[in-house]
């Protein structure tokens, strides 16, 4: 009766005790690739007022740098990539080691482009380079943890945004100041070569790990096709609501990220510094917890009921519009940071529990293509529109408005976040139904 327990404690207990400590070694390494990932994609958000007086851009150009630039191919390239990361033979921490060492040479090009035309060309790389690395980073989180702990796994990874963004704000900010924007922009590009091989030689690709059994059961899985898995993909209705939440959120988030850091330049005349330093608490300390939490919450409360995986995103964001309208209204520039900590916090509970949803809602052989279909939403709508359009907006309202047209570009946004309130609310009466054990 008890032998079973034993052998568990026994000889089976050190396997076990070995694979779970390369998958803590595995999502450590990943939080720091994904903090790279979004320091090397978001300081050009501080660094936007400098280049554009270097450069001599408009408003309009320095929003297409910001947003198109980077994401229409990030967007376009992340499917097929994806899909090659969906295949059983492939190694995903190579590739995601090849994504990360392109992405980070790209970076440091930038600090090197002499004009708009080239600066663009060397986004386009950066975007290249980092359309390889989230679906796969999701795929391989997916594989190395029970369902049960997936949002929280998932939400630990996505700590690397807020993190990412949080340094390249403080580090663009005193860098800029100190240097100017190129030195920034080499600085934070050049060590991501080092820690590609880092990835390369100390992460393991969970599908080599498996044992003859697995990998025999492994083989007889139906393969899907890019059809079959786009249409397994798009008939979830509560995928389709958790994609267009997700797409919003990210319009309103890269847009708001960009332009709030101008909107204090301009309208409390904080430097870079300041810029930087301030926003720094707002989206990075306060970006962490929320997107901690909202891990944590959707794995609490969804063990109960799984619609309430996605309960604390959807009231959390309708709870933050006001609040969110209100920091931008402040005269006082104390006074509007604090007031921008808490909707901050509420719009980053999404990521783990919209993203560990969308790995439950399909088979594991279209786990990476769904998520990269995620961020094709995300990154084509939100960054690739989201900056942009900010910036075209505040270029029509500066004729009536001046330097306080971002100003009123924001007090729009801030009141849009009802709009993804709603459709997680949607996705959420659709997880029961459509949620898979696996």
């Known amino acids: 009766m008890n032998e079973k327990p034993a052998l568990a404690a026994g000889l089976g207990s050190a396997p076990v005790d070995s694979a779970a400590a390369q998958t803590r070694t595995m999502l450590w390494i990943l939080l720091i690739v994904y903090i790279f990932n979004f320091l ?140 100017g924007w190129r030195i920034a922009l080499m600085l934070v590009g050049a060590p991501g070569l080092l820690l590609a091989l880092i990835v390369l030689f100390v992460m393991r690709e969970p599908r080599h790990r498996r044992t003859a059994e697995a990998a025999a ?25 958790i994609l267009i939440a997700a797409s919003v959120t990210a319009f309103l988030g890269y847009g708001k990220a960009l332009w709030t850091i101008s909107y204090f ?68 520039w104390l006074v509007a940071v604090a007031l921008l900590i808490v909707p901050t916090i509420l719009n980053s509970a999404y990521y783990g529990p919209a993203y560990g949803c969308v790995q439950g809602l399909v088979r594991p052989q279209a786990r990476a293509v769904a998520a990269s279909i995620m961020l094709f939403g995300q990154n084509l709508i939100g960054l690739g529109f989201g900056p942009f359009l900010f910036g075209v907006l505040s270029d029509l309202l500066a004729p009536a408005y001046g330097q306080e047209s971002v100003r009123y570009v924001l007090y729009g946004a801030a009141w849009l976040g009802l709009i993804p309130a709603f459709f997680f609310w949607r996705a959420s009466l659709r997880l029961k139904a459509e949620l898979k054990s696996g």
């Open 217 to 241: 059961s492994a083989a007889a899985v139906v393969r899907l096709s890019t059809g079959e898995a786009m249409r397994e993909i798009f008939t979830s209705r509560a995928f389709l609501y």
């Open 265 to 332: 330049i301009r309208s409390h005349g904080l430097s870079t510094t300041e810029a930087g330093l301030s926003m720094a608490v707002v989206l990075g300390l306060a970006g962490v917890f929320g997107t901690w939490l909202g891990g944590k919450m959707a794995d609490m409360f969804g063990k109960r009921d799984r619609k309430h995986i996605l309960t604390f995103p959807a009231y959390g964001m309708a709870v933050a519009a006001p609040i969110l309208f209100l920091g931008y209204y402040m005269e006082n």
């Open 40 to 179: 090397d994609r978001q300081i050009v958000n501080i660094l936007a007022e400098p280049i554009k007086a270097d450069l001599g851009l408009s408003d309009t150009e320095l929003g297409l740098l910001a947003g198109p630039a980077f994401a229409v191919f990030y967007a376009l390239l992340g499917i097929p990539i994806a899909r090659y990361a969906d295949k059983d033979g492939t190694n995903r921490v190579r590739l995601i080691a090849a994504a990360l060492a392109i992405w980070s040479a790209m970076t440091a090009v930038c600090g090197l482009a002499q004009n708009f035309v080239q600066l663009l060309l060397a986004r386009i790389g950066v975007g290249v380079g980092e359309a390889g690395c989230t679906p796969a980073a999701h795929s391989l989180i997916t594989d190395s943890v029970p369902p049960e702990k997936r949002s929280s796994a998932i939400a630990f990874y996505g700590m690397g945004v807020p993190i990412g963004s949080l340094l390249g704000l403080i580090i663009g900010g005193i860098v800029n100041d100190l240097y």
